[in-house]
């Protein structure tokens, strides 16, 4: 399974490089607006700047919604470096551009997914990834991971290679069941990347073992 940060923050991303275990980063406009970074040049730094600090797949989301200027951003987006999965959002002219990306070469990453229907056209398109979005569909009362199981026995059935990357993962349990299903991909915030590690008996344990070791060396 695949662990991608979800966030545009550089310190965030560089903790969670640094613990060994990232393998990319999803963006969006508005985490993008959160970092306050303005403008299509600051943001293409921005990009290069995330790109520096990963080993792959940087999600960067083009905003045009008409199938010429979704080509013109996704192809700037991804010279910017390699390491660049173009993000288009799940419409007929994004099915469109994502079939384009996907003829010459140009990864995608089909977001805004909240039903199996829109990630079958993804996935016959020739999408790299398709994202639902789990914690909007748990918001109003739909249970989000069952839309992944479904996503990935239809993707199993035919064998698409078209990876199922779990977003909008709000808490550790999302990130479990995901991983119980077999989703190839999770993005998630840092904090419920590390919420895995948190159990009392650990601290308690590690904190009795410290005690211990202190004694016998009084
Ligand atoms: C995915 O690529 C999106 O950036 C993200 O997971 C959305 O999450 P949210 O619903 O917490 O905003």
Redesign the pocket.
Known sequence: MKFFI?TANLAEIQEAHNLGILDGV???P??MAKEGIKGQENINAHYQAICHIVDDNV?AEVIATDFEGMVKEGEALAALSPKIVV?VPVTQEGIKAIRYFSDKGIRT?C?LIFSAGQALLAAKAGATYV?P?I??LDDVSQDGTELIAQIVAIFSNYQFSTQVLA????HTMHLIQCAEIGAHVA?CPLKVITGLLNHPLTNNGLQKFLADYAKSQA
Do not use: I, M, Q
Not at 167 to 170: G, Q
């Open positions: 979800d999803t963006t969006n508005s985490l999600s993000k990453n977001t994202s979005f914690g909007r977003a909008s993962v709000r993005t």
